[in-house]
């Protein structure tokens, strides 16, 4: 079993910042890819980046140019960098650890293990 714990989500207005943390127990986060997601009310899981255990970089059409992911192993962190941020932004963001490396990396499915989110709201 894994554990992720999301923080930095909050409130900020349009064309605004934030930094998702998201920080894994164990010892075996460097096998994982990572992987953050976010849902809206009312709406699927969907995907927003992707980051594998080389890590090679994944990102929605909608968020590319604008997040940014990345990884550090030595603390066990995934963080998701947010830039010019849009109110269609907001949603729980929930981090997810695939220990497979599965095929289908867009896809919640894939992923074994999530945190509980965080919210993340962008005002107009």
């Known amino acids: 079993q894994v554990q992720l714990v999301e923080s930095g989500g909050g409130l900020v207005q349009a064309g605004g910042s934030l930094r998702l943390s998201c920080a894994a127990s164990?010892?075996?986060?460097?096998?994982?890819?990572m992987g953050w997601f976010r849902q809206a009310p009312g709406k699927d899981r969907e995907f927003v980046a992707r980051?594998?255990?080389?890590?090679?970089?994944y990102y929605a059409d909608s968020v590319k140019g604008r997040f940014t992911i990345s990884r550090d192993n030595a603390k066990s962190t995934v963080y998701l960098q947010m830039n010019d941020l849009k109110p269609e932004d907001t949603a729980v963001y929930y981090c997810?650890?695939?220990?497979?490396?599965?095929?289908?990396?867009?896809?919640?499915?894939?992923?074994?293990?999530w945190g509980q989110g965080t919210q993340v709201t962008v005002s107009s």
């Open positions: 997810a650890a695939d220990r497979d490396g599965g095929l289908a990396l867009r896809s919640a499915v894939s992923y074994d293990y």
């Open positions: 164990g010892r075996t986060f460097s096998n994982y890819a």
């Open positions: 980051i594998s255990r080389s890590t090679v970089t």
